[in-house]
């Protein structure tokens, strides 16, 4: 029988399970036909299953199949090109959940640092208050910014990971652009350091304000010698921290 009339055997029609190729007069698509053989049924054992086929059904399924495959490129990834996807996935999956702990990490700070300085505030300004307590504001600035500092600095070093490794090996592995990637899109378009800056500034505004204060209304109660050595370790620290984690 030739190939026209074996082809003929198979039709297609929107309104038979979607516009699947068919058998003609069934609902059996080519492809339940392929996966019953695909899965080690022999063509014994389907025509017996299905009393109208004959074995001209399914040798036109096979060549239909041929014949769709012959214009059509495949490439099956490999073993290890599989292998090297699902670790690459795993890794991605595993630095955006430490990510999502770094920013909840810094919400955290954020929060602690505001009650802390609040508190303070509201020991020490009232006129009945005790205004020495804001010699602790800068402290308490620069222990959380730093650590909201270092959080920034690791969530950093993190993505810049996931930008040019990752993303990039995973890319070429899916044959896709590399601009499609998440982490490479939201670099070309977010401003970078933006809410970093704005912690730096404040550690400043809190130092200089403090000791400014301090030194103008507090300077008999605590002496020249205190404040003038808290001033020099606050600004040690503060221009320490601003140095180490400006970029």
Same mark, same amino acid.
């Not at 399924?61 to 490999?78: H, I, M, V, Y």
């Given at each position: 029988?030739? $190939? $026209?009339?074996?082809?003929?055997?198979?039709?297609?029609?929107?309104?038979?399970?979607?516009?699947?190729?068919?058998?003609?007069?069934?609902?059996?698509?080519?492809?339940?036909?392929?996966?019953?053989?695909?899965?080690?049924?022999?063509?014994? $054992?389907?025509?017996? /299953?299905?009393?109208?086929?004959?074995?001209?059904?399914?040798?036109?399924?096979?060549?239909?199949?041929?014949?769709?495959?012959?214009?059509?490129?495949?490439?099956?990834?490999?073993?290890? /090109?599989?292998?090297?996807? /699902?670790?690459?996935?795993?890794?991605?999956?595993?630095?955006?959940? &430490?990510?999502?702990?770094?920013? &909840?990490?810094?919400?955290?700070?954020?929060?602690?640092?505001?009650?802390?300085?609040?508190?303070?505030?509201?020991?020490?300004?009232?006129?009945?208050?005790?205004?020495?307590?804001?010699?602790?504001?800068?402290?308490?600035?620069?222990?959380?910014?730093?650590?909201?500092?270092?959080?920034?600095?690791?969530?950093?070093?993190?993505?810049?990971?996931?930008? %040019? /490794?990752?993303?990039?090996?995973?890319?070429?592995?899916?044959?896709?652009?590399?601009?499609?990637?998440?982490?490479?899109?939201? $670099?070309?378009?977010?401003?970078?350091?933006?809410?970093? %800056?704005?912690?730096?500034?404040?550690?400043?505004?809190?130092?200089?304000?403090?000791?400014?204060?301090?030194?103008?209304?507090?300077?008999?109660?605590?002496?020249?010698?205190?404040?003038?050595?808290?001033?020099?370790?606050?600004?040690?620290?503060?221009?320490?921290?601003?140095?180490?984690?400006?970029?």
């Amino acid at each position: 029988m030739r $190939e $026209e009339q074996l082809l003929e055997r198979i039709t297609l029609n929107p309104k038979v399970m979607v516009g699947k190729p068919v058998i003609r007069g069934t609902r059996l698509t080519v492809e339940y036909i392929l996966n019953l053989l695909a899965h080690g049924a022999t063509v014994a $054992e389907i025509l017996e /299953e299905y009393q109208g086929l004959t074995p001209k059904d399914i040798q036109a399924c096979l060549l239909f199949a041929a014949k769709s495959l012959a214009n059509t490129t495949f490439l099956p990834l490999s073993v290890a /090109e599989d292998k090297a996807i /699902e670790h690459l996935e795993r890794i991605r999956q595993d630095i955006r959940d &430490e990510i999502k702990r770094r920013i &909840e990490q810094r919400d955290k700070y954020s929060i602690q640092l505001t009650i802390a300085l609040g508190a303070i505030i509201a020991i020490s300004l009232p006129p009945d208050g005790f205004k020495g307590a804001l010699i602790a504001a800068p402290l308490v600035s620069i222990y959380f910014t730093m650590l909201i500092l270092y959080s920034y600095r690791i969530h950093r070093i993190l993505s810049s990971y996931l930008r %040019n /490794e990752i993303e990039p090996e995973l890319a070429r592995l899916c044959g896709v652009s590399p601009q499609k990637e998440w982490e490479i899109y939201y $670099e070309s378009k977010a401003v970078p350091g933006l809410r970093k %800056n704005f912690f730096m500034l404040a550690l400043w505004v809190v130092c200089v304000l403090s000791l400014t204060y301090l030194w103008f209304t507090q300077r008999d109660q605590f002496g020249c010698v205190v404040l003038a050595v808290a001033t020099v370790i606050y600004s040690a620290a503060t221009i320490a921290i601003t140095v180490a984690f400006w970029r």
